[in-house]
């Protein structure tokens, strides 16, 4: 039911992204850093980096064909992030364009495991690497569920 539904989407997909076809490679995503995302001094606010993160791993399922919305509406599942770990390294700044990665490393019964950078586009610098554990739960309790054997079928633990 997924796999079906995910090649349609693949084929149909209008995001910028790239179709992900290998689960173990990691994903890009480009970010342009504006105004509402900085203090005062023009550099990147520490929790605007979460919603840098938080939108990769949304063009990363887009890509993988697994549209967000559809998976509530259709099978009352959604993504909860559970924890993050974040080291910063250093600041992005107004204008900057960044780059942010996802690699999706483990899969649980329940939960997704992603190791996750963002780095500046022009020298490549990496500025945030970020672990993330997203739950997956029910759209209607937020109680965990399985994650559907066939929405990820060819990934493998590393």
């Known amino acids: 039911m997924f796999i079906a539904h995910r090649l349609l989407?693949?084929?149909?997909?209008?995001?910028?992204?790239?179709?992900?076809?290998d689960l173990n490679a990691p994903f890009a995503w480009t970010v342009r850093v504006y105004w509402?995302?900085?203090?005062?001094?023009?550099v990147v606010y520490h929790a605007s980096y979460l919603r840098f993160l938080e939108r990769a791993?949304?063009?990363?399922?887009?890509?993988?064909?697994?549209?967000q919305?559809?998976?509530?509406?259709?099978n009352n599942l959604v993504f909860v992030v559970r924890d993050v770990s974040m080291?910063?390294?250093?600041?992005?700044?107004?204008?900057?364009?960044?780059?942010?990665?996802?690699?999706?490393?483990e899969r649980r019964p329940a939960s997704l495991a992603f190791q996750q950078s963002i780095s500046r586009a022009t020298d490549g610098a990496t500025l945030v690497e970020a672990k993330v554990r997203a739950a997956c739960v029910s759209?209607?309790?937020?109680?965990p569920c399985a994650i559907p054997d066939d929405l990820f079928p060819e990934f493998s633990n590393p």
């Open 69 to 74: 919305d559809v998976l509530r509406r259709d």
């Open 87 to 105: 080291r910063f390294a250093k600041p992005a700044k107004l204008d900057d364009s960044l780059t942010v990665s996802v690699h999706l490393q």
């Open 36 to 42: 509402e995302d900085t203090d005062a001094g023009g």
């Open 139 to 143: 759209a209607d309790g937020f109680r």
């Open 57 to 67: 791993r949304t063009e990363y399922f887009r890509a993988l064909g697994i549209e």
């Open 9 to 21: 989407l693949a084929h149909l997909c209008s995001s910028p992204a790239s179709p992900v076809t």
